[in-house]
């Protein structure tokens, strides 16, 4: 990350008493600040701020201050007040030191929030191109918006691996959800019973068991009753052929005595079945 800009400010002030002691502790913020003792630096430039809260200046450098401290968070705020201020040259470092402080802040964050780091990362970029858009020529604020521009698209296609694998996840686990079937389930056997189950499971085979031989017993009886009956029908019907039999005998017997022979061979030669009444 290139640069960061601090401002040496001077100022003129109506009440010379309180100028000089603002600028007291703005100069000897300065001396601190670049002899890299950059906490000390803090507190005179908070002391200068107390007195005066709306200056861009002194927000400006308490947040370059802030910056070399890597409390970005409060950096972050400090900037966002100096890119309010009138000056064009003030107004343009601001923006590259917010940009800078957010890009740093995005990347202290990855591993402890990666979607607010992705978030930094965007704001970074936009107050970078602020500056280029600005100015043509200001190649640091291009080599940063590159150089942030590839660390935004690393975040986000972690962020990306981190969520197909959570999605992975999920799915092991709801399979892990379902309820298991051991192999003797798997192969349609039943499953293992108590002692006290399969104590009434015997019961109840036993119960059907009989229950079985109690119909076969039934129905073997009743085809003997079945028979019986069909031997003495068909002893009836015997008994009927045999009257039948002896029916005809009497009948020709009858015909011989008293009926004229041609008339029974004429009606035999038509064909005619001669019927013969159950209750001959």
Same mark, same amino acid.
């Given at each position: 990350?290139?640069?960061?800009?601090?401002?040496?400010?001077?100022?003129?002030?109506?009440?010379?008493?309180?100028?000089?002691?603002?600028?007291?502790?703005?100069?000897?913020?300065?001396?601190?600040?670049?002899?890299?003792?950059?906490?000390?630096?803090?507190?005179?430039?908070?002391?200068?701020?107390?007195?005066?809260?709306?200056?861009?200046?002194?927000?400006?450098?308490?947040?370059?201050?802030?910056?070399?401290?890597?409390?970005?968070?409060?950096?972050?705020?400090?900037?966002?007040?100096?890119?309010?201020?009138?000056?064009?040259?003030?107004?343009?470092?601001?923006?590259?030191?917010?940009?800078?402080?957010?890009?740093?802040?995005?990347?202290?964050?990855?591993?402890?929030?990666?979607?607010?780091?992705?978030?930094?990362?965007?704001?970074?970029?936009?107050?970078?191109?602020?500056?280029?858009?600005?100015?043509?020529?200001?190649?640091?604020?291009?080599?940063?918006?590159?150089?942030?521009?590839?660390?935004?698209?690393?975040?986000?296609?972690?962020?990306?691996?981190?969520?197909?694998?959570?999605?992975?996840?999920?799915?092991?686990?709801?399979?892990?959800?379902?309820?298991?079937?051991?192999?003797?389930?798997?192969?349609?056997?039943?499953?293992?019973?108590?002692?006290?189950?399969?104590?009434?499971?015997?019961?109840?085979? !036993?119960?059907?068991?009989?229950?079985?031989?109690?119909?076969?017993?039934?129905?073997?009886?009743?085809?003997?009753?079945?028979?019986?009956?069909?031997?003495?029908? !068909?002893?009836?019907?015997?008994?009927?052929?045999?009257?039948?039999?002896?029916?005809?005998?009497?009948?020709?017997?009858?015909?011989?005595?008293?009926?004229?022979?041609?008339?029974?061979?004429?009606?035999?030669?038509?064909?005619?079945?001669?019927?013969?009444?159950?209750?001959?």
């Amino acid at each position: 990350m290139k640069n960061v800009y601090l401002i040496i400010i001077t100022l003129t002030i109506a009440f010379p008493i309180q100028a000089a002691s603002l600028r007291g502790k703005i100069n000897q913020g300065n001396v601190l600040y670049n002899n890299g003792e950059f906490d000390k630096a803090e507190s005179k430039y908070s002391q200068a701020l107390s007195e005066r809260p709306e200056s861009d200046l002194i927000n400006f450098n308490l947040g370059a201050a802030l910056y070399k401290m890597e409390d970005f968070s409060r950096a972050i705020e400090h900037f966002q007040k100096a890119i309010i201020s009138e000056s064009e040259d003030l107004q343009k470092k601001s923006f590259y030191n917010l940009a800078n402080s957010e890009y740093m802040h995005g990347a202290a964050h990855e591993d402890s929030n990666l979607t607010a780091a992705v978030d930094l990362l965007k704001r970074s970029l936009s107050h970078y191109k602020k500056i280029i858009e600005s100015d043509d020529e200001s190649q640091d604020a291009q080599y940063n918006y590159d150089l942030v521009e590839e660390e935004l698209k690393r975040l986000q296609e972690k962020i990306q691996q981190q969520e197909n694998k959570q999605c992975d996840s999920n799915k092991d686990q709801q399979k892990e959800s379902q309820p298991k079937q051991n192999p003797q389930q798997e192969q349609g056997s039943q499953p293992k019973q108590s002692p006290k189950e399969q104590k009434q499971q015997d019961k109840s085979d !036993s119960q059907q068991q009989q229950t079985d031989e109690n119909r076969n017993q039934q129905l073997s009886e009743s085809n003997k009753e079945d028979g019986a009956q069909n031997d003495s029908g !068909s002893g009836k019907n015997d008994a009927q052929a045999m009257s039948a039999q002896q029916a005809q005998m009497l009948l020709e017997d009858y015909r011989q005595q008293a009926e004229p022979r041609g008339l029974y061979t004429k009606e035999l030669n038509k064909g005619k079945a001669i019927k013969v009444l159950k209750d001959w």
